[in-house]
């Protein structure tokens, strides 16, 4: 997320990104008490009401729990559906990057290939359109990176396979990572891999999907281990 968009956000979301920025930069596990809201206010300059909030965003998101008398904890699963396995806490974020393509390269393009011998010409024709609007987006210089996520979600449930639903948060965290990280670089390859796709999964051409989405992940790689090179001394 650039500045543009974090300064976007409201004042609670964004003191319960410094919270959990908070946690990461002090190394706090599950079962650790984090400063009250008294401390929390103090350091963040913001009011004790502002705090209390992220605190309550925090719980509902499982990562905070508060233990009457003693305090506010981390939570022994931290995580939910938007970040179930915790990856806010990890600090590497290019390598993290990295790891989330690796997991992607083994499940990715068989979902695709699936996908292509599973969809209906209602869940095509959707398809189509995430990818159309997506494609709007990319050429206006807007944010792309939800649509994207959707595309790829939709191709991810167009596989009709039952354990991919379960997988889908790994696919979404690493598309807004590589966005993140990247500046919306590979512009042109992710329209034109988004297009392979999609023309695959019309004509059930599972071994087209299957190579085009190779492909897609392939350049992602690419961008993420040359922003790597060009950052070491």
Known sequence: MNIEEYQKKPLTEKISDEIIQYISDHNLEVGDRIPSEYELA???????????????????????????????????????????????????KHKLALDLLAIRFMIEPEIAALAAQNATPEETAELETLAAVMESLILEHKNHVFKDIEFHT????????????????????????????????????????????????????????????????????????????????
Do not use: W
């Open 42 to 92: 103090s350091m963040l300059q913001v009011g004790r009401g502002t705090v209390r909030e992220a605190i309550r965003m925090l719980i509902s998101r499982n990562i905070l729990v508060i233990r009457r008398g003693a305090g506010t904890y981390i939570a022994n699963k931290y995580g939910t559906a938007d970040d179930p396995l915790g990856l806010a806490f990890m600090k590497d």
């Open 154 to 233: 939709k191709l991810a449930l167009c596989s009709k396979n039952s354990v991919v639903s379960s997988l889908i948060p790994i696919i979404s965290a690493s598309v807004e990572l590589f966005v993140d990280l990247t500046h919306r670089k590979l512009l042109e390859e992710t329209i034109a891999t988004h297009r392979e796709v999609v023309q695959a999964v019309k004509t059930h051409n599972s071994i087209a999907a299957h190579d085009a989405m190779l492909l897609h992940l392939v350049y992602n790689r690419r961008d993420i281990q040359e922003m790597n090179f060009d950052q070491q001394p």
